[in-house]
């Protein structure tokens, strides 16, 4: 298993960034899909899931109505678009799978949220 995640960067407040994480070496499309993200100094934190087989999603509140999750099965690809960026966004942001009982994390992608 392997997530690879892109699209970070540095971004002013209000801003929007879209990241990425590439998954490979397991059937992607059969598998639920997970954001998470670590601030320093902080625990990581769960943003956003996007089940399997009807793609339905699920927000933490501090992200709700301003992050989308989204997934293209035939990319192998899930999708993170940020909107209305807040400074309180800033970390590195994670892709996560779960297969037989075992997590598997990506190396992240920073997000800097400031003007």
């Known amino acids: 298993v392997q997530l690879v995640e892109s699209g970070g960067g540095l971004v002013q407040p209000g801003g929007s960034l879209r990241l990425s994480c590439a998954a490979s070496?397991?059937?992607?499309?059969?598998?639920?899909m997970s954001w998470y993200r670590q601030a320093p100094g902080k625990e990581r934190e769960w943003v956003a899931t996007?089940?399997?087989?009807?793609?339905?999603?699920n927000y933490a509140d501090s992200v709700r109505g301003r992050f989308t999750i989204s997934r293209d099965n035939a990319k192998n690809t899930v999708y993170l678009q940020m909107n209305s960026l807040k400074p309180e966004d800033t970390a590195v942001y994670y892709c996560?799978?779960?297969?037989?009982?075992?997590?598997?994390w990506g190396q992240g992608t920073q997000v800097t949220v400031s003007s």
């Open positions: 070496g397991f059937t992607f499309s059969a598998y639920t």
């Open positions: 996007i089940s399997s087989v009807i793609s339905s999603t």
């Open positions: 996560k799978t779960q297969r037989n009982f075992i997590n598997y």
